[in-house]
């Protein structure tokens, strides 16, 4: 209850809100409501998520411990939801509400490919678990349709904007986005909040050197449904399957997989990814694609898979070269 705003008449005059004559309001200096305090502990609630896919996780507590639980369940290792066990995917979506200088202060603490902290003024009226609703609830509906397209310009229903001076401009914007938190704003002047950037909090590697790897959701989403089309091509089609070396020769109608024949199961399969938008340069996937039996293991194959994902336009840079008159030909 911290987090919830105390203000009047944020329409104004000619939005139809005034204050009734007489009527004089008193509010604390932070103008938020005070008092509460704890918070959650995530160990029952992870237990009973199981294996049960929840791909986006809306989480308006943003300390520390609630984010290293949350990372830990979501993250790379044997055990977590992006691990070879597990293979459940998903992101943490959340907010953060402060000063700018506090914000690049905190962001630079973060540092998780699968939590996603958005930025919000202090002046924002909504509460912070409304922010991360509208986020969360947004990116979920867009990365269903289409988990490689980017999020800018998607708007945050039903959140109101903070007032215009309370706002931060273009330049903070930026630095915020670089210090691995996304970021939203007016869109192009409407007064209506908008997604302007789904940055996650990933920023070093484990040598602590930078690395933009997992920068941005859409990368996390584009590799959770390749890996899914990957997964579900191969055990559609070989469920049962015995598995012998390439060159066997083996009668018509048997339930026999070679290598060559799994290496052609994911090109055929790459190609269809590369014409629904998720994936690019097939040829050089072709060239880079190994698939052979197992040197310990009899029963397994094993494979180097290298996707090239597609990527999204963000930018658009133009160098402006300006003529008064271009030179008459001769």
């Known amino acids: 209850g911290n987090d919830i705003r105390m203000e009047d008449n944020l329409l104004g005059f000619y939005g139809g809100e005034k204050m009734p004559a007489g009527l004089v309001l008193t509010y604390s200096g932070s103008k938020f409501l005070a008092g509460g305090a704890g918070v959650p502990t995530w160990t029952t609630a992870i237990a009973n998520m199981g294996d049960s896919a929840y791909r986006w996780f809306a989480c308006p507590f943003n300390d520390s411990g609630s984010y290293t639980s949350l990372d830990t369940e979501y993250g790379f290792s044997d055990s977590g939801r992006w691990g070879w066990i597990r293979q459940v995917y998903g992101e943490v979506l959340s907010g953060y509400r402060d000063t700018y200088s506090n914000l690049m202060t905190w962001g630079a603490t973060l540092n998780s490919p699968v939590i996603s902290s958005m930025a919000w003024e202090v002046a924002t009226p909504a509460p912070l678990w409304e922010c991360v609703a509208a986020y969360t609830a947004r990116a979920a509906g867009a990365f269903v349709i289409d988990p490689a397209r980017p999020l800018q310009t998607l708007t945050l229903d039903g959140i109101m904007l903070a007032p215009k001076a309370s706002r931060f401009n273009k330049t903070q914007l930026n630095a915020l986005a670089q210090t691995g938190m996304a970021i939203q704003g007016d869109q192009v002047g409407t007064g ?6 789904e940055q996650s909090s ?5 040598q602590g050197i930078a690395d933009n790897a997992y ?3 859409t990368t996390l989403e584009t590799l959770a449904e ?14 049962r399957h015995k598995l012998a070396n390439d060159g066997t020769r083996f009668g018509p109608g048997q339930a026999i997989i070679t290598p060559n024949v799994a290496k052609a199961e994911l ?14 340069n097939t040829s050089t996937f072709i060239a880079n694609l190994v698939v052979v039996r197992s040197s310990t293991d009899p029963n397994t194959l094993e494979c180097v898979y290298p996707p090239d994902l597609i990527n999204q336009l963000r930018r658009f840079n133009v160098l402006a070269q300006f003529r008064l008159q271009f030179p008459i030909a001769a």
Not at 202 to 206: A, G, I
Not at 226 to 239: I, M
Not at 269 to 280: A, H, K
């Open 192 to 197: 209506i909040s908008e997604i302007l950037r």
């Open 202 to 206: 990933y920023q070093k590697n484990t």
């Open 215 to 217: 920068e941005v959701l």
């Open 226 to 239: 390749v890996f899914t089309r990957l997964r579900q091509s191969v055990s559609n089609k070989y469920p």
């Open 267 to 280: 090109i055929a399969e790459y190609r269809g990814m590369e014409y629904d938008g998720l994936v690019e």
